[in-house]
T-cell receptor, first 112, second 117 residues
Framework: GENVEQHPSTLSVQEGDSAVIKCTYSDSASNYFPWYKQELGKGPQLIIDIRSNVGEKKDQRIAVTLNKTAKHFSLHITETQPEDSAVYFCARGGGSNYKLTFGKGTLLTVNP | SAVISQKPSRDICQRGTSLTIQCQVDSQVTMMFWYRQQPGQSLTLIATANQGSEATYESGFVIDKFPISRPNLTFSTLTVSNMSPEDSSIYLC??????????????FGPGTRLLVL
C-alpha cells in the first residue's frame, strides 16, 4: 500500500536543540518525499523535499535524509527557534500515481 | 512566487445547506487538488480537479456530496453539499506548477475553515 507512518506525534525541545521527525513508507515505488510545516490557522507550507536519487538534502537549518533500502526518511531541524513551533507533515509521492500520501503529523513545540 | 487564495477563509453554516469554496491562483497550473483536514488530523485527498472534465474522486468521496468545477487553468471550486456537523473541517486546495522541480511538487492554499452547526 501507500501508507506513511510518522513519529513522534508530539515533540518538545528547548530552543537551540535539534529536532528529528521520522517517517516510514511501504510503497517501494515511491520516489518523492516532501515535508510541510503548518502553523495554526494556515495552510501547509512546503519546507523541503527530496527525490529518491538523493540521500540527503540541506537548506540552512533544515535537512532531510532518505534511506530507500529501509524505506524511511527523516526531517532534521538544528538550532531550533520558537518560530519553528508548528505541525510538520511528511508525505510520499510517485510510484503508480501522482498523488501524495501524508503522515499523521508531528506537533513540534520549541520552548524558549 | 505564485499566490494561491481561497474564499471564504472561514464560515459557519447550518446543517442541510451547501457551501461553495473557491480556489484562485495568479498563474497557470497543471494540477489542482482538494483536500480535507479534520480537526487535529492529517490531510485526506478528496479529488483531483480536471480542467474541462469531471473530477477524479478518491475512495469514500462522491460527486453528489462534493461537486467540483475547474473551468480554466487558474480556478476551481469545491461545493460541500447538504452539510452535517461531520463536515466541519479545513478544506484545502493545492496546485502543481508546470515550472516546478520536481513537477509533482504541491503548494497549498491557506484553507477554508468550515464549522457546521
Amino acid at each position: 500500500g501507500e501508507n506513511v507512518e510518522q513519529h513522534p506525534s508530539t515533540l518538545s525541545v528547548q530552543e537551540g536543540d535539534s529536532a528529528v521527525i521520522k517517517c516510514t513508507y511501504s510503497d517501494s515505488a515511491s520516489n518523492y518525499f516532501p515535508w510541510y510545516k503548518q502553523e495554526l490557522g494556515k495552510g501547509p507550507q512546503l519546507i523541503i523535499d527530496i527525490r529518491s536519487n538523493v540521500g540527503e538534502k540541506k537548506d540552512q537549518r533544515i535537512a532531510v535524509t532518505l534511506n530507500k533500502t529501509a524505506k524511511h526518511f527523516s526531517l532534521h531541524i538544528t538550532e531550533t527557534q520558537p518560530e519553528d513551533s508548528a505541525v510538520y507533515f511528511c508525505a510520499r509521492g510517485g510510484g503508480s500515481n501522482y498523488k501524495l500520501t501524508f503522515g499523521k503529523g508531528t506537533l513540534l513545540t520549541v520552548n524558549p | 512566487s505564485a499566490v494561491i487564495s481561497q474564499k471564504p477563509s472561514r464560515d459557519i453554516c447550518q446543517r442541510g445547506t451547501s457551501l461553495t469554496i473557491q480556489c484562485q491562483v495568479d498563474s497557470q497550473v497543471t494540477m489542482m487538488f482538494w483536500y480535507r483536514q479534520q480537526p487535529g488530523q492529517s490531510l485526506t485527498l478528496i479529488a483531483t480537479a480536471n480542467q474541462g472534465s469531471e473530477a477524479t474522486y478518491e475512495s469514500g468521496f462522491v460527486i453528489d456530496k462534493f461537486p467540483i468545477s475547474r473551468p480554466n487553468l487558474t480556478f476551481s471550486t469545491l461545493t460541500v453539499s447538504n452539510m452535517s456537523p461531520e463536515d466541519s473541517s479545513i478544506y484545502l486546495c493545492s496546485v502543481e506548477f508546470p515550472s516546478a522541480t520536481p513537477i509533482e511538487t504541491q503548494y497549498f492554499g491557506p484553507g477554508t475553515r468550515l464549522l457546521v452547526l
